[in-house]
């Protein structure tokens, strides 16, 4: 591999504010990206046209970032709201955000996004495709061509990566067919080159062909983040012979990719008992020689809609522990609805929380995110408010609940003048 080839036309400015963020000097960096270690999602069209343009590094040794699905379905389609619900999850803390769009004027939407947005921007183009040029279902009926020139459309449009479903193939379908799984597939991506291979009769033409993708990924220096088509959807579900089957291909396509300079990211499970996440994580990392991860969840229980944010948190802060760099907020929605404008906020704001938490005991991270906590610390000893507040993950929230019960003392309204950190500074003091 040509150690050059992925960041030789890269800006020296965009490694060094890159590495300046992460705390790490830009030649290390640099090696980082080249051995496929560190991903940078930067479509090169893009990053000529976006003023404040913001890059992100995701991988070993870089701080968890977080990912932010947005988009309209056949159900519901304001292109206007979903704008809004990028500004809100940027504004509350989002590295990345996603463009699931399947309903109305997809291109509009992604082109709106493209615009109100700095930060790196992905979709999944299979979904497009799938709909046709009518716009309707028409999973079965897509070509190759239709296919590749979703991608092609996205990439040119100035998208910085793109989920691609090339693990799905039939060697791992074949495992999908021996499987107990309860859920089969619930990766909508997943689905569709599972349907399409079984009508078909053929081998899904994104590993097929997976070359010529990288032919267009070279062109727009565009990232592919290798999706998870068998992902579980039930924690019954996890660690089964799918799931590592299309881990073990991913690992392979990584190794192609590396060998042609393109910058790839592996995505992970899923719903995924406690007990079970760090295997997860160890044997994806090992497998695809450690790839960055990108993970949804993994959500540990399946019986708490409403709530799936919290549950997702706890997965993402165990698996950032174990080594995954790149978490996607699951909203409070998942499972029931479309996500409002406010449960990308809420959502975001706790996926914030889980990948600081990560980063408080990762290897790289851990210095930078503990002086955090100590500021946080030292403020709470002085009884600083502001400085508290100014310190919070989200510190609107933290004030509004300091001021809807406001205290006659410098304490909060818990204790007032019996405050444990008052009382015990007094008569050390003395």
Known sequence: ??????????????LDNVASAEGLSRDKLKRLIETGRVAIPRNAKRAAHVDGRVLKAIGEGMSTKVNVNVGTSMDYVN???????VKIAVKYGADAVMDLSTGGDIDEVRRRILKEVAVPVGTVPIYQAALGRSGERAVVDMSSDD????????????IDFVTIHAGVNL?????????????DVVSRGGAFHVAWMIHNERENPFYAEYEYLLEIAKEYDLTLS????????????ASDRAKYME?????????????EGVQTIVEGPGHVPLDEIEASVKTIKHITDFAPLYLLGPLVTDIAPGYDHFVSSIGGAVAGMYGADFLCMVSPSEHLALPSVNDIKE????????????????AGQREKARRLDAEMAQARKKLDWEKQLELAINPEEARRIKDSRPSVTDACSICGDLCAIKL???FLEK
Do not use: C, Q
Request: aromatic content about 2%; overall charge negative.
């Open 79 to 85: 292109i206007e709201e979903e704008v809004e619900k």
């Open 347 to 362: 959502g975001t704001i706790v996926t914030k929380i889980a990948a600081h938490v990560a980063d408080l005991v990762k």
């Open 1 to 14: 591999m040509d150690t050059d080839s992925i960041t030789a036309n890269w800006e020296k400015k965009d």
């Open 147 to 158: 296919m590749f020139n979703a991608v092609r459309a996205h990439a040119k449009d100035g």
């Open 226 to 237: 290798l999706g998870d088509g068998m992902r579980p959807g039930a924690i019954l579900d």
């Open 171 to 183: 060697n791992t379908l074949e495992r999908l067919k021996r499987s107990n799984r309860i859920l």
């Open 247 to 259: 881990n073990i291909v991913l690992g392979e396509l990584v190794a192609v990719a590396r060998e």
């Open 424 to 426: 015990v500074k007094e």
